[in-house]
């Protein structure tokens, strides 16, 4: 009887940092030829899975950033905002936050 290879984590509960790195190592077995072809597809399947999984969370991050941002220009109203200045001109001068 052939050995089961050993569960792998489901992707969706892997960080970000953990599902990168996952794939950064499949992708190093495939251009190394360290895939077996019996297990290539699994391989490639898993890789597709974790660079979804990635994805999702690259655009929840960006959502999330954006509404912040949104929210902080919202409560900063017009009348209260800074002046527009090119750090150009004055590279020491601190960031309004």
Same mark, same amino acid.
């Given at each position: ?9 489901l ?8 599902a990168? %790195? +996952? #794939? ?5 077995? &495939? @251009?190394?030829? $360290?895939?077996?072809? *019996? ?20 655009e929840?991050t960006? %959502? +999330? #950033?954006?509404g912040?941002?949104?929210? &902080? @220009?919202?409560s $900063?109203?017009?009348? *209260?905002?800074a ?7 004055n ?7």
């Amino acid at each position: 009887m052939a050995e089961k290879s050993p569960k792998k984590t489901l992707a969706k509960k892997l960080s970000f940092a953990e599902a990168v %790195s +996952e #794939v950064e190592g499949i992708l190093s077995d &495939l @251009e190394s030829d $360290a895939v077996d072809i *019996d297990t290539l597809g699994e391989e490639v399947k898993r890789a597709v899975e974790l660079i979804q999984v990635c994805r999702d969370k690259l655009e929840k991050t960006d %959502s +999330e #950033v954006r509404g912040l941002v949104a929210g &902080l @220009e919202k409560s $900063a109203g017009p009348e *209260d905002a800074a002046p527009a200045t090119d750090q150009r001109d004055n590279p020491d001068e601190d960031l309004p936050f």
